[in-house]
């Protein structure tokens, strides 16, 4: 607990948000843009909204992270938040996969 504390909210608030996200936030950001690329790159999306998605998804994981790292039960949290995510991106795939894509990609 200790150390997600530390991770997650002092040090942010040590850092001042622009380093936090300078140092965290640039390589995690990346990596939930990459899932939006490989959207793109199915037809699922459009270019326009790769970066609007990705910041979307980043603040709600960055949210996420926060309320497990604040429960009262880390482990019970993290369970649901992970069942949460888990529906969210299931339901992601089967809207992005091709047999369910009208024939315009979107």
Not at 8 to 24: D, K, N, T
Not at 71 to 92: I, K, N, Q, T
């Amino acid at each position: 607990p200790s150390i997600r504390r530390f991770v997650l909210v002092e040090a942010p608030a040590v850092m001042g948000p622009a380093r936090w996200q300078q140092v965290w936030g640039t390589q995690m950001l990346e990596l939930v843009r990459s899932v939006f690329r490989d959207a793109f790159r199915l037809g699922a999306i459009k270019p326009g909204m790769i970066e609007p998605l990705a910041h979307m998804l980043y603040g709600a994981l960055q949210e996420v992270s926060l309320a497990i790292a604040d429960a009262d039960d880390p482990d019970e949290a993290r369970r649901e938040f992970g069942e949460a995510a888990h529906w969210v991106m299931e339901s992601l795939v089967r809207r992005w996969s091709p047999e369910t894509l009208p024939p315009d990609g979107r």
